[in-house]
């Protein structure tokens, strides 16, 4: 938790919401892991009430579980619930992507490649939190670029929910698959081919999601939980 960075003013809820969601998405909680409000408030520097109110919001959302015992934790998903989020956002991105294919500026495909750039760079330093925070910035530059802000708000949301997983990537699958996908998007970003930015978008995440399902559903065959039967492999 001390990777967060404290609020500096007149913060409420919906800042404490931001700060919160910002290290979700970069994958800063792993499932199963329990957080408490006057711990996160403490990190954040403001007052237990806009966190809990936070807290709340994200609840509603089912990006983390509000227990009885004050406790708050990362839900732990299921196969089918990972399989659910694999097609659902590989169908919502792709359209995101189709349609930022059609539109998208220059100055935004530069720093898509910019950033991609600095994934690469970053594959060596074994730091996974900065990766996961470059990738997260380039498909939100991304998928801003469509225009379509209703369908960027959703694709958000199941970010959210999948981000917690999405260490396991590291390093196995990353050193495997080492950004193909990514780099053929932007490859076909850049001859505005519509279809096969879309192809690799959805080739990227199917790519990545199997595999954590792979290792989730070996974990619930042999009982052995998740992070122990990752450090196996």
């Known amino acids: 938790m001390s990777e967060l960075k404290p609020i500096n003013s007149e913060t409420l809820a919906e800042k404490a919401y931001r700060h919160l969601c910002e290290a979700i998405v970069a994958g800063q909680f792993k499932p199963g892991e329990k957080l408490?409000?006057?711990?996160?408030?403490?990190?954040?520097?403001i007052s237990p009430t806009p966190i809990r109110d936070a807290l709340r919001r994200l609840?509603?959302?089912?990006?983390?579980?509000?227990?009885?015992?004050?406790?708050?934790?990362?839900?732990?998903?299921?196969?089918?619930?990972?399989?659910?989020?694999?097609?659902?956002?590989?169908?919502?991105?792709?359209?995101?992507v189709e349609r930022a294919a059609l539109r998208i500026e220059p100055d935004t495909l530069a720093e898509l490649r910019a950033l991609d750039n600095q994934i690469r760079a970053l594959r060596g330093t074994g730091d996974?939190?900065?990766?996961?925070?470059?990738?997260?910035?380039?498909?939100?530059?991304?998928?801003?670029?469509?225009?379509?802000?209703?369908?960027?708000?959703?694709?958000h949301g199941l970010w959210l929910r999948t981000a917690p997983n999405l260490g396991l990537l590291f390093p196995v699958y990353s050193q495997k698959e080492r950004g193909t996908?990514?780099?053929?998007?932007?490859?076909?970003?850049?001859?505005?081919?519509?279809?096969?930015?879309?192809?690799?978008?959805?080739?990227?995440?199917?790519?990545?999601?199997?595999?954590?399902?792979?290792?989730?559903?070996?974990?619930?065959?042999?009982?052995?939980?998740?992070?122990?039967?990752?450090e196996r492999r």
Request: proline share 3%; with cysteine; aromatic share 4%.
């Open 128 to 155: 996974v939190k900065a990766t996961a925070r470059k990738i997260q910035q380039l498909h939100f530059c991304l998928y801003g670029a469509a225009g379509m802000p209703l369908l960027e708000g959703i694709i």
């Open 59 to 96: 609840a509603t959302e089912r990006v983390v579980d509000l227990e009885p015992n004050r406790y708050i934790s990362i839900p732990r998903l299921t196969v089918e619930a990972l399989r659910e989020l694999r097609d659902v956002r590989m169908n919502l991105e792709g359209i995101a």
């Open 36 to 45: 408490t409000i006057r711990g996160l408030a403490a990190d954040l520097e």
């Open 181 to 230: 996908m990514r780099g053929l998007m932007i490859d076909s970003l850049e001859r505005a081919d519509a279809r096969s930015a879309r192809r690799f978008v959805e080739a990227d995440i199917c790519g990545a999601m199997d595999y954590i399902i792979d290792l989730h559903r070996q974990a619930e065959a042999s009982g052995v939980p998740l992070a122990a039967a990752e």
